[in-house]
């Protein structure tokens, strides 16, 4: 089985600090997405990084995909309250199947 | 254009009884994935259907099953409800051509069992 950890669990900032949540495995992804998933909503695709070593950047949101492809990051820099929510890393391993981790819950507080 | 739907919203069934949950895909898209998602287990893969196959099968007995439309629209039937099929399930639509393309998720059906 192909986990996927994430880190940390949980995260509280105020808001204009930054922020990383790291998306650790043992096994090598086609792929990394990262999704965002509010409460009673379906998660919502961020970005998907496929080349090892690949730097994407969204706004405020960095993604970073590890040279093995087995670990990526998120950095947000200056957080908002609206970056408040289930942050998940999901590895593709084949048709429609995702393998998800667990999740960082962020909470970003004015 | 018109993103993932599934109906219902909310579900309340009685342990034995079984369900049917609807989604209708982004127009186009040939792919639909099924998820489960509870607090104790996060998303876990129910199964994937590609124009009308069953083409993956996540680790779920036998009781969930699913079928795909030639309309590309996806059912997934849970028999014999327990109490711990309570969860919400999702679904995803993609365009299905490749592994690595990103999903749009439906805003999932919320399933309680008593």
């Known amino acids: 089985t192909q986990l996927l950890e994430q880190s940390p669990q949980f995260l509280s900032i105020q808001e204009g600090e930054n922020l990383t949540v790291y998306c650790n495995s043992s096994s090598v992804f086609s792929s990394l997405q990262w999704y965002r998933q509010e409460p009673g909503e379906g998660p919502v695709l961020l970005v998907t990084?496929?080349?090892?070593?690949e730097v994407k950047k969204l706004k405020r949101l960095t993604f970073q995909f590890g040279d093995a492809r087995k670990d990526s990051s998120l950095h947000i820099t200056a957080a908002q309250p609206g970056d408040t929510g289930l942050y998940l890393c999901a590895g593709a391993i084949s048709w429609g199947k995702l393998q998800f981790g667990a999740g960082t819950q962020v909470v970003v507080t004015p | 254009k018109a993103g993932v739907t599934q109906t219902p919203r909310y579900l309340i069934k009685t342990r034995g009884q079984q369900v049917t949950l609807s989604c209708s895909p982004i127009s186009g898209h040939r792919s639909v994935s099924w998820y489960q998602q509870t607090p104790g287990q996060g998303l876990q893969f129910l199964f994937e259907?590609?124009?009308?196959?069953?083409?993956n099968k996540g680790n779920f007995p036998g009781r969930f099953s699913g079928r795909q439309f030639s309309n590309s629209r996806s059912e997934m039937n849970v028999s014999t409800l327990e109490l711990g099929d309570s969860a919400l399930y999702l679904c995803a639509s993609s365009s299905g051509r490749a592994t690595n393309y990103g999903y749009t998720f439906g805003s999932g059906t919320r399933l309680t069992v008593v």
């Open positions: 259907y590609f124009s009308e196959t069953q083409r």
């Open positions: 990084v496929v080349t090892g070593g």
